[in-house]
């Protein structure tokens, strides 16, 4: 089965850190790009960070830069977010899905099911 599976999500205080990850389970992650989005309530999804298998580009929010870094294990079939110096703002469901550039949006093919991150401060 075709499948996104996030994992690692949890809550954390102001200006700790958690790395979520996203296995692709069946599905080819060759010349694709895995993002990030959230959604936190009562607001739109947004895009947080991407990566290219293609070229290796990445992409993130202006929101996150510096504090967040997208990776990934080519052998797992696995991406990661690295999240560093949480914010309060930064709570929200977070979500990984496939495009086939970045910054993704226009043609996702696979979302998973979404980690709840919580920071409290």
């Known amino acids: 089965q075709e499948q996104l599976v996030e994992s690692g999500g949890g809550l954390v205080q102001l200006g700790g850190s958690l790395r979520l990850s996203c296995l692709a389970s069946g599905v080819d992650l060759d010349h694709r790009a895995i993002a990030w989005f959230r959604q936190a309530p009562g607001k739109e999804r947004e895009g947080v960070s991407c990566i290219s298998t293609t070229d290796d580009s990445t992409y993130y929010a202006d929101s996150v830069k510096g504090r967040f870094t997208i990776s990934i294990d080519n052998a797992k079939n696995t991406v990661y977010l690295q999240m560093n110096s949480l914010k309060p703002e930064d709570t929200a469901v977070y979500y990984c899905?496939?495009?086939?550039?970045?910054?993704?949006?226009?043609?996702?093919?696979?979302w998973g099911q979404g980690t709840q991150v919580t920071v409290s401060s």
């Open positions: 899905a496939t495009d086939l550039t970045c910054p993704a949006g226009a043609l996702i093919d696979y």
